[in-house]
């Protein structure tokens, strides 16, 4: 994970770390929207409903724009990635409940061997439900270089878990293999700022 961090990976991992409990994640409840406002954009939550099922429920317009799946609503988290690279996305995401634990991600565009060069990184951070249980995230998607947000379907490149525990770092290939970025794509609203401008994160109610 080389280079220097994009101020709104930092902003999003200095509040998350702010909130934590030690070994514990926050709580979903702790985190607002006006403690990330300067990262907004580029911020969202996960929602793991089962081993197969993790979808969006709140997203940035920078993510948004990102995605490659229209028109938008219910999106599972899948519609990141490209095909090849889901079930990897799928086994490291699920790292993030189970430890739970803390994933850095290293991502570029499917379309870099054509020539149009889009890389990102990608951090994503345990929060725990009401009932004290890790079935929810919130994480930062950043494009690098100065690009544009653009819909892309990501490759992996690079990755590193941290158990929240031990903050060691644990390499991809120990990792069990799950589903849980597997299922089929769904539709998903983009978020839009509704006045000044200003982004914000819009709740995506999903049906489960």
């Given at each position: 994970m080389a280079g220097s961090p994009h101020p709104s990976l930092q902003i999003v991992r200095a509040y998350w770390e702010a909130l934590r409990d030690g070994a514990l994640p926050p709580f979903h409840r702790q985190v607002e929207a006006r403690g990330l406002e300067a990262a907004l954009s580029h911020t969202f939550t996960l929602r793991r409903i089962d081993a197969r099922t993790t979808r969006f429920h709140a997203v940035?317009?920078?993510?948004a724009a990102m995605i490659v799946v229209r028109p938008l609503a219910d999106t599972p988290v899948a519609a990141l990635f490209a095909a090849e690279a889901r079930p990897r996305a799928a086994d490291l995401a699920e790292a993030v409940f189970a430890g739970p634990a803390i994933l850095e991600m290293d991502l570029v565009a499917q379309e870099a061997a054509r020539g149009h060069r889009l890389a990102?990184?990608?951090h994503l951070l345990p929060l725990r439900d009401p009932a004290g249980r890790t079935t929810e995230a919130m994480g930062c998607l950043v494009p690098l270089d100065g690009a544009d947000p653009r819909p892309t379907a990501f490759a992996i490149a690079g990755s590193r878990v941290m158990p929240l525990q031990t903050g060691a770092a644990v390499p991809a290939g120990t990792l069990?293999?799950?589903?849980?970025?597997?299922?089929?794509?769904?539709?998903?609203?983009a978020a839009k700022a509704r006045?000044?401008?200003r982004p914000h994160l819009r709740l995506v109610h999903t049906r489960d």
């Open positions: 940035g317009q920078a993510v990102a990184r990608l069990r293999a799950v589903t849980g970025f597997a299922e089929p794509p769904a539709p998903f609203a006045t000044g401008g």
